[in-house]
């Protein structure tokens, strides 16, 4: 038996949620698939859960930071299991709820893994669905890195449901994974090892303030290494051993749990893309133009990380591109993304955050620009917060004072580089926001001095 649809959504996450209810709110079938609990990455083992963590911990090392300053009170230590449990309050309701916000708009719910039968028909389950459309956005999973004893590394989601925090925790990789729960962990009382085979992690990010952020993890005793390349995981006795090469020695870090921090990649491997004649790109995605259609399939569009669209892998990302697809199914292809000032945060203690260009890419575009750059450790808004290791770099072009990027590491930089993404977006010079009057004293009266 074939059921007919008008739309077919592969995931329920942001970008598929972005096109879906578009969809279905224009009289469309809609069915949506999906073989993880509904709604996505970002509601249930990304983004959401993971602040919910952070914040708890942020707390816990401000009134560290603050001792001796006024608080005299011991410290409260912090209680993994409790912090787990109150991560769960956001996340144990989310796929019930999706799956039920999906029905009572009318679409149908499956629940398993699809794979293509054709152009534009898959099968899940014992059932087969033929869609005038099919909408790829099934996110992303880790890479893999085929080293041996590759099946003893957790996954950050595994990591968001430790009913425990092991004594020691290694992370494999070093991106936002890496780093944001390594803050956590170590504030929670692990020791943590940060393995990376680069020369710096955050390679997305400006290198003076990962530098800096770099020691500021140091200094929480995390043990940071980089050129150091993670050759094999093996299973000895109750632990674990890493096995890694710097290139020059070899060496062994005992943990109780290692995490893979070292990249992911779109999940649409098993989903018989050759049955549907779709091409994808060179980073693994499904290779689309620039209304995000399949260069190959024209019934076939993808969003989110499953897309390979140009934009960052980023929820809000996701979304935009979801109802930029929408747009497009409903109405023809006329709307295309826009990628400028979208801001990007490695959520530390200090917050990392970026946006626009940085200095390498600006000088390859050619462009005529001033750098300002400065450590603020000693600014108000850092000793007011206990916070060591802080700095800014913002790049403005010569002539047109047009703000190309900012670079922040500092209090509330995960707020404060939306001010600057908006600049960027909007087309406001530097002179814009140094003539802006604002609160005082607040981080966002800092961007005057950063121009």
């Known amino acids: 038996m074939t059921v007919q649809v008008d739309l077919i959504v592969v995931g329920t ?48 090392d401000w009134a560290r930071r603050m001792q001796g300053k006024g608080p005299s009170a011991p410290v409260p230590a912090l209680e993994w299991p409790e912090m787990i449990r109150f991560k ?83 992370f494999v990789g070093g991106g936002y994974i890496a780093f944001e729960f390594a803050h956590v962990a170590a504030r929670v009382g692990a020791q943590v090892t940060v393995l990376h085979r680069g020369g710096r992690p955050l390679e997305g990010f400006d290198p003076d303030l990962v530098a800096q952020l770099v020691q500021a993890t140091r200094d929480l005793g995390v043990d940071v290494h980089v050129r150091t390349a993670v050759t094999a995981v093996e299973k000895r006795g109750d632990g674990l051993v890493v096995h890694a090469s710097t290139g020059e020695e070899e060496i062994e870090v005992a943990a109780d749990l290692v995490v893979h921090a070292a990249g992911r990649v779109p999940e649409i491997d098993d989903l018989d893309l050759e049955a549907a004649g779709i091409a994808r790109a060179e980073n693994g995605g499904v290779a689309v133009n620039e209304y995000l259609q399949s260069v190959s399939n024209p ?60 200095e390498a890419t600006a000088r390859a575009q050619g462009l005529r620009f001033t750098t300002r750059h400065q450590d603020t450790s000693g600014w108000y808004s850092s000793r007011r917060t206990g916070l060591a290791h802080t700095g800014f770099k913002t790049l403005v072009e010569d002539g047109t004072e047009r703000i190309l990027g900012a670079h922040l590491l500092g209090p509330h930089a995960e707020e404060i580089i939306n001010i600057f993404g908006l600049a960027i977006r909007a087309g406001l010079s530097a002179r814009n926001l140094k003539d802006m009057v604002f609160a005082y004293p607040t981080s966002a009266s800092d961007i005057g001095y950063m121009l």
């Open 13 to 60: 996450g942001a970008a598929a949620q972005s096109v879906a209810f578009p969809c279905r709110e224009a009289g469309w079938s809609v069915m949506v698939v999906d073989s993880d609990p509904y709604g996505g990455t970002c509601q249930l083992r990304g983004c959401d859960p993971k602040k919910v963590l952070v914040g708890v911990s942020e707390l816990i």
């Open 299 to 358: 019934a076939v569009y993808a969003a989110g990380d499953a897309a390979a669209s140009g934009g960052l892998p980023l929820t809000p990302v996701a979304a935009m591109q979801g109802g930029i697809v929408a747009a497009n199914l409903l109405g023809g292809n006329t709307r295309t993304p826009d990628y400028r000032g979208i801001p990007t945060v490695v959520f530390t203690t200090p917050p990392l955050a970026r946006v626009g260009l940085d």
């Open 88 to 170: 769960r309050t956001f996340t144990d309701g989310v796929p019930a709820a999706m799956d039920q916000s999906f029905k009572d708009a009318g679409m149908l719910t499956v629940h398993g893994r699809a794979r293509f039968v054709d152009a534009a028909s898959l099968r899940a389950g014992d059932e087969t669905y033929a869609g005038s459309h099919v909408v790829i956005a099934a996110g992303a999973r880790h890479a893999p890195l085929s080293i041996p004893g590759e099946e003893h590394l957790t996954t950050s989601t595994g990591f968001l449901e430790l009913g425990e925090m092991p004594r020691r925790v290694a």
